[in-house]
């Protein structure tokens, strides 16, 4: 749930991966989501002006509920990278059930007058009003993962590369299909949640650039960035194609239902790519005993980079590699493809 499921929901909810819709209950957590996060997920300055502590910063923050795994990275991400700060308190608040109540739980947060807000909300659009008002009220926003439409509702957003997603998912698979010969090929796509901008636009970069090729999605199925919906889905794809040489499956965790459904179906004629970059899919991309052969990253270290900017904008500091005075106002992360050669390097990431 890959605005990592992956959205989740935008919940993604992330997401995607993943992100989710507002109000949808995933059924599954299949990532390692009470785990402590990495010291390479998180990690303090090291070294420079930036390493020195500053001005004491409380950082507001609000997250959709941790029923995923990419989200419950996010948030757990968040906690360790602000424990890892000594001129940082985190005061988090409960996001509720769907963006209201989110909303709701964050009108209580403004009143507490943090020193900056950081938030991956349940789904930008509706969030956007309390950008605006945060923003109005003086207190900076950091906006993660799913963009809020106004620019004046963020001081900083930083996201993941959905349309980058869809590019580096063709790509390989453009690649595997041309190095094995196979000429027509059949493609077929398990997408997360239709009704976020951030699966619309992965599934645009995964069309762009198949259509470079002279190439198209023959079956495309959209699922809800949860293991049951991605084993429904993926079932009712197999039984529509009885034939097929790739398939992209969005979200790692979704994938778990999505791997599920293959082996019942005892269908192997074909590899598949992932996306958000999961511990699980790494390990099974490793082991080399599934379809799942490359899964293209949308990490939640996007989290940690979300508090260590917003400790910066707090502190009215810059960042030290950076010639300007100020943290940009925007962050897109690229999205990486982990095959079987590079995974051992990204596994430390893994969430």
Not at 67 to 89: L, M, P, Y
Not at 116 to 140: C, H, Q, R, Y
């Amino acid at each position: 749930m890959t605005q990592h499921s992956r959205d989740m929901s935008r919940r993604r909810m992330l997401f995607g991966g993943a992100a989710v819709g507002a109000g949808v209950l995933l059924s599954a957590c299949t990532s390692n989501e009470q785990g402590t996060p990495t010291e390479a997920q998180t990690k303090a300055a090291e070294n420079g002006a930036n390493a020195e502590p500053g001005k004491r910063v409380t950082i507001g923050f609000s997250a959709p509920a941790e029923s995923h795994g990419w989200i419950a990275a996010i948030t757990n991400n968040a906690k360790a990278q602000a424990a890892a700060f000594s001129d940082v308190e985190l005061k988090s608040v409960e996001a509720g059930a769907d963006a209201a109540a989110q909303r709701a739980a964050l009108s209580t947060l403004i009143s507490q007058r943090p020193d900056v807000i950081v938030l991956l909300p349940f789904d930008g659009k509706e969030l956007n009003s309390f950008g605006l008002e945060a923003m109005k009220a003086g207190i900076p926003v950091v906006n993660l993962d799913r963009a809020f439409p106004d620019a004046k509702a963020y001081r900083l957003q930083i996201k993941g590369d959905n349309y980058g997603m869809g590019v580096a998912a063709a790509t390989f698979i453009i690649e595997q299909l041309k190095a094995k010969g196979v000429s027509n090929p059949v493609i077929a796509e398990i997408a997360g949640m239709d009704e976020l901008e951030l699966t619309q636009e992965r599934s645009k970069g995964f069309a762009d650039t198949l259509a470079q090729e002279g190439l198209r999605v023959a079956n495309r199925r959209a699922a809800r960035f949860t293991v049951d919906t991605g084993q429904q889905e993926t079932s009712q794809l197999l039984q529509a194609l009885p034939k097929i040489d790739a398939i992209w499956n969005h979200d790692d965790d979704q994938g778990v239902g999505v791997l599920a459904a293959v082996s019942q179906a005892n269908r192997t004629e074909f590899f598949m790519v992932g996306g958000a970059g999961s511990k699980k899919a790494m390990e099974d991309i490793q082991a080399d005993n599934t379809v799942l052969k490359a899964t293209v990253t949308y990490s939640p270290s996007m989290a940690s980079s979300a508090i260590s900017l917003a400790r910066l904008i707090g502190q009215n500091r810059g960042m030290s590699d950076l010639v300007e005075l100020q943290v940009p106002k925007e962050i897109i992360l690229a999205s990486e493809t982990i095959t079987k050669e590079n995974a051992s390097d990204y596994l430390k990431l893994g969430f």
